[in-house]
């Protein structure tokens, strides 16, 4: 995740839900990284989800949300250096249920004319009950 740009990005990585988010933050597949995520669920306060919004943007900085911080959650960037080298990367780790929801995971990457970039990494097994196979 830190790859692109050097690491000079933001990166805010939407899951289906807190169960998924901290089986993941909780994997050894984060542990090169551990130190750069952090991660906001319902649970927290709004002084905490303030603090975690505002950290989200900074450059290298990765932070994993549940899909309940897809809308009216502005992550704006005020880093310059994110904003030159692209500005943050919005991963969507799940098929949204509605073409909305999608649209304002989406959203959350360019903010107020900004520049962001969207991608969507599922898992085969996700896709199946949607009757998608790799065929």
Not at 51 to 64: N, R, S
Request: charged share 25%; with cysteine.
């Amino acid at each position: 995740m830190s790859g692109t740009h050097g690491g000079q990005r933001a990166v805010l990585v939407f899951f289906k839900d807190e169960i998924e988010l901290k089986e993941f933050y909780n994997s050894p597949v984060i542990d090169d990284i551990m130190g750069k995520v952090n991660y906001l669920t319902e649970e927290a306060t709004s002084t905490e989800v303030t603090a975690a919004v505002k950290k989200a943007t900074h450059a290298g900085a990765i932070t994993l949300l549940t899909r309940a911080f897809s809308r009216g959650t502005d992550f704006i960037i005020l880093d310059e250096v994110v904003k030159s080298n692209g500005g943050t990367c919005t991963i969507q780790t799940f098929v949204s249920e509605s073409a909305s929801e999608e649209i304002q995971i989406k959203g959350r990457s360019a903010r107020q004319g900004q520049d962001g970039s969207y991608v969507q990494i599922l898992l085969e097994d996700d896709l199946f009950k949607y009757d998608i196979t790799k065929e």
